[in-house]
């Protein structure tokens, strides 16, 4: 503690946050971060009370008066996960107002986006409700999930039929009854036989629609968790997994009533970043993130459920970005900046006219042997047409 008896200095009198922020707005829980004090700053700036109230990420209370994204966060349960470890418990937990809060806890994959973050970039980018918003590198779909939950209209692309499914299945949760997953967990039986059915078709999101998509996401996600534990099969984990969806969708189905939640509508498509299949000045906002292949190896993460689905799995590793260019690190590089300089001229492409194309980039200079993606990136954007208005850092939390 700092004390002096004669007379009291500047330093001691108010906290820099105090000084930033009037007493009215208080901050989210466990933002702390320069990255996120920027977009809190933003999000005064680009906001009013009412829509700070509606829309605000990093904004827990306006006048007193809860946030929606608060209100969403606080009621993610950790209930559901008590007979987990402390660990297990302990991420969920500091996750529910940043990563794992309403259906983002659905299938929680490894190296997704930042949901928050994500949030707050739509506010500071003045996006509305109404426009369109496009992710077309989409992996579980949190970019999306984002602009709907705030009543704007998401396309999203991915090459994998795995994330594919998983987007979509989330977007079906968004608008979902509370009672969606009864009949599945009530005939438990005849629901495991469907799943059963299910295997080898890679088209299968395609044809199935709401509850079932969800049900084959459950299951998907078990097989992720018997994966991971010596002795356990997916059905041995899928009835667990099958109830903690059906209470996270109750929960966010009733919160979405009581809040006037306006949901936008979300359409979803396999297909390559490079060769977007939309009009020229089409789109008002991006928000993506390329997949941090370099740090993880996208096939062998989702190998169980890309093979339950009966993807070609060499096929999708010569297609997917940062994977393809064979297993020498300095070929997968260049066909990496390849591949972006063709992604990043599509994005220019069809994004209207004074619109913002905002891009999350990991970048490990030990894993690409020095080479930094941001920089590289930034130095080919201007003669794309696009020109960099700011950039920032957000630090990797291990």
């Known amino acids: ?62 006048n007193g008066v809860e946030t929606n994204h608060y209100k969403i966060g606080i009621s993610s349960s950790l209930e559901i996960y008590n007979n987990k470890s402390i660990r297990t418990r302990s991420f969920f937990s500091k996750g529910k107002f940043s990563t794992g809060y309403g259906v983002h806890s659905l299938f929680p994959y490894r190296g997704k986006f930042h949901a928050q973050l994500v949030k707050g970039i739509i506010n500071v980018i003045n996006l ?43 977007s079906n949760a968004l608008t979902a009854e509370a009672t969606v997953l009864d009949n599945a967990i009530a005939n438990f039986d005849r629901t495991s036989e469907f799943i059963s059915q299910r295997q080898g078709n890679p088209e299968i999101t395609k044809l199935l629609e709401n509850e079932r998509l969800i049900v084959l996401l459950a299951y998907l996600d078990a097989m992720g968790y018997a994966r991971r534990v010596v002795g356990q099969e997916a059905k041995d984990k899928f009835p667990e997994v099958l109830h903690r969806y059906q209470h996270t969708i109750k929960s966010f189905s009733m919160l979405r009533k009581e809040l006037n939640i306006d949901i936008g509508s979300g359409k979803f498509e396999v297909g390559d970043a490079r060769k977007l299949p939309l009009d020229d000045n089409s789109i008002d906002g991006i928000i993506t993130s390329p997949p941090y292949s370099f740090a993880i190896d996208y096939v062998d993460n989702d190998l169980p459920q890309l093979e339950f689905l009966g993807v070609d799995v060499n096929e999708l590793r010569e297609r997917l970005i940062g994977l393809r260019g064979g297993r020498k690190k300095s070929f997968r590089i260049e066909a990496y900046l390849s591949d972006m300089k ?57």
Not at 143 to 158: T, W
Request: charged content about 25%; some cysteine.
């Open 1 to 62: 503690m700092g004390y002096q008896n004669l007379r009291k200095f500047e330093f001691f009198e108010d906290s820099v946050l105090t000084k930033l922020f009037p007493p009215n707005y208080e901050l989210m829980p466990n933002v702390d971060d320069i990255f996120e004090l920027e977009f809190a700053l933003g999000e005064l700036s680009a906001l009013n009370d009412d829509d700070l109230i509606k829309r605000s990420a990093f904004i827990c209370r306006v």
């Open 128 to 170: 509305a409700p109404g426009d369109t918003v496009l992710d077309p590198m989409m992996g579980s779909g949190t970019a999306c999930i984002e602009a709907q939950m705030l009543g704007m209209n998401a396309i999203g692309f991915d090459i994998s039929p795995f994330c594919h499914l998983m987007a979509k299945a989330k």
């Open 342 to 398: 063709e992604i990043m001229a599509e994005m220019s492409r069809v994004m209207r006219p004074n619109k913002y194309c905002v891009i999350v980039i990991g970048s490990n200079e030990i894993q690409t042997g020095g080479i930094r993606f941001d920089r590289e990136i930034k130095s080919f954007a201007p003669n794309l047409g696009l020109v960099l208005d700011k950039a920032m850092l957000k630090p990797i939390r291990g």
